[in-house]
């Protein structure tokens, strides 16, 4: 009898625990919750503070952390966000924004005008230092509240792509509670409105995300995201083959193709206005002398690039900008003429066996190292000796960022997430534009950026940036390589992961089955 019993008891185990595994996800078993997703980047962020974070890497976290009052839907159109609605003076100078009320902060504060206004008069005091201050400070003269849910900006001109500025991943609003205890330290610890809130940040190692239960909109579908620097780019394939990783970026351009024909993985492709350029030092010798920096661009071999490096992943850069990019206009790429560049150096005073440093990252971009190598290569076989140098993001950010640090040749992009022209170049070659590292200047194209900022006629402000393009061209303070395009590796059970054209890795309505 006793053995009767004890046999009942086990097949009674068997039978609860194999209920047990069908509610958490075994066929034929009750719906499982949220589930944790696990994305894995070449790099980790280095800041999430939105305000003062200038890398796309950062801004994938914070687009989740942060709601803005207007953002771009799949299209690149413009859409209310924490704004249900606005209008602007006559004038064009002063822009009303209506709230969505009952919005509030992950702290529970709420989202009102006042905080609107926190968050902006935070980023327009030049005392703060905050990266992404002129962004915003050089056409907003101030912000009011009008109501408790109404704000205006007043600007100092009309600005015509103000709603797309206000729609970049640097708009995101702040907790003013959170701003005011933490100062600098939201960088670590941000509090925002977005879907998605701060849980924890091991640097090197993960960032996670935790779902927000009281999300003003449309709730999150995932209970976790999890961020993961993998730089290696076969230990990022890998982790998304194995089930590791439910989403990686960039998915390398050697396995593209293999990737296509699996049954759990699926890689999508996004035109991306994201230019990969080689900036240089302008202001050291010899790359003060114009000659010099133009006979580069004709060592480099844009079209191999494209052809072996990115496996046809990419395409040659026709100016400064994409040609998604409102404002473009074709100007045209350097030919590869080798024969030409070692002319130009000659005529420069350069003698063969000069050495320089090029410096690149390695897993921020698609195929990075290799195609440093590559260029280190082009330049070597014109008369240079090439110093090559490969950073991990973080520390590499921090080196370019101070001209003393000794770069000469630094690989790097732009994407532009306003997708205006303005944001294309202002920041990058006004003398005094805040990512100008090749210390370029130029008071003809000073004059062009200035105008085409204040300028609302599009025809007219197009006819401004195709000459401002073609002063660029001429000048080249860059090598001009590829326009990308962004690769997104999935798993095939994750849904609503996708690219926009300004190259953000957006999740807010990632799902995983």
Not at 66 to 87: G, Y
Not at 177 to 195: D, Q, T, W, Y
Not at 246 to 259: H, M, Q, S, Y
Request: with cysteine; charged share 25%.
């Amino acid at each position: 009898m006793k053995k009767l019993i004890s046999f009942m008891l086990a097949s009674l185990m068997v039978v609860l625990s194999a209920c047990g595994n069908n509610a958490s996800g075994g066929e034929g078993g009750a719906a499982e919750g949220p589930k944790d997703l696990v994305v894995a980047l070449g790099s980790e962020p280095i800041s999430l503070d939105p305000q003062d974070a200038s890398d796309g890497i950062s801004l994938h976290a914070t687009e989740l952390i942060f709601d803005k009052l207007v953002t771009f839907d799949k299209d690149m159109k413009v859409v209310p966000e924490l704004a249900k609605e606005w209008s602007s003076s006559e004038d064009g100078k002063a822009w009303t924004f209506t709230l969505v009320e009952g919005a509030k902060f992950q702290d529970g504060t709420p989202v009102n005008a006042e905080a609107v206004k926190a968050s902006f008069d935070r980023i327009l005091d030049k005392n703060n230092k905050l990266k992404r201050r002129s962004l915003f400070a050089d056409f907003i003269d101030n912000v009011s509240m009008d109501s408790e849910y109404k704000v205006t900006f007043h600007l100092k001109f009309p600005y015509a792509p103000i709603l797309a500025t206000l729609a970049h991943p640097n708009g995101g609003i702040h907790s003013p509670k959170n701003a005011a205890e933490k100062g600098k330290g939201v960088s670590k610890a941000p509090v925002g409105s977005g879907p998605y809130k701060f849980k924890e940040w091991i640097s090197g190692e993960k960032l996670v995300l935790e779902a927000n239960p009281d999300y003003w909109g449309e709730k999150p579908k995932l209970k976790s995201i999890t961020i993961k620097p993998v730089v290696e780019n076969a230990a990022r394939t890998l982790m998304l083959e194995t089930g590791e990783a439910d989403v990686i970026l960039p998915v390398p351009a050697t396995d593209i193709e293999r990737l296509k024909n699996s049954d759990q993985v699926a890689v999508n492709m996004y035109p991306s206005n994201r230019n990969l350029y080689m900036g240089m030092n302008t202001q050291k010798a010899p790359f003060d002398n114009v000659k010099v920096r133009q006979a580069l661009n004709y060592a480099v071999d844009k079209e191999t690039i494209v052809k072996k490096i990115m496996m046809g992943n990419a395409k040659p850069t026709q100016a400064a900008i994409s040609e998604l990019t409102w404002g473009f206009s074709p100007v045209g790429t350097y030919e590869y003429n080798p024969e030409k560049a070692k002319q130009l150096l000659a005529e420069a005073g350069v003698k063969p066996g000069t050495t320089i440093k090029l410096w690149t990252p390695e897993g921020r971009y698609l195929m990075d190292r290799q195609l440093s190598e590559f260029v280190q290569a082009n330049l070597q076989a014109v008369g240079f000796q090439v110093e090559f140098r490969k950073w991990e993001w973080g520390a590499y950010q921090d080196a370019i960022d101070d001209p003393k640090s000794g770069y000469d040749l630094f690989l790097l992009s732009w994407a532009v997430p306003t997708n205006d022209a303005d944001w294309g170049l202002r920041p990058n070659f006004s003398s005094d534009g805040t990512n100008n590292r090749t210390l370029f200047a130029n008071a003809e194209l000073d004059s062009l950026v200035d105008k085409g900022m204040k300028t609302t006629n599009e025809e007219e402000r197009k006819k401004i940036y195709a000459e401002a393009l073609k002063i660029i061209k001429e000048e080249a303070p860059w090598i001009f390589l590829v326009e990308m395009n962004q690769f997104i590796g999935v798993r095939k059970n994750v849904e609503g992961v996708y690219g926009s054209n300004t190259e953000r890795l957006i999740l807010r309505e990632a799902v995983k089955k």
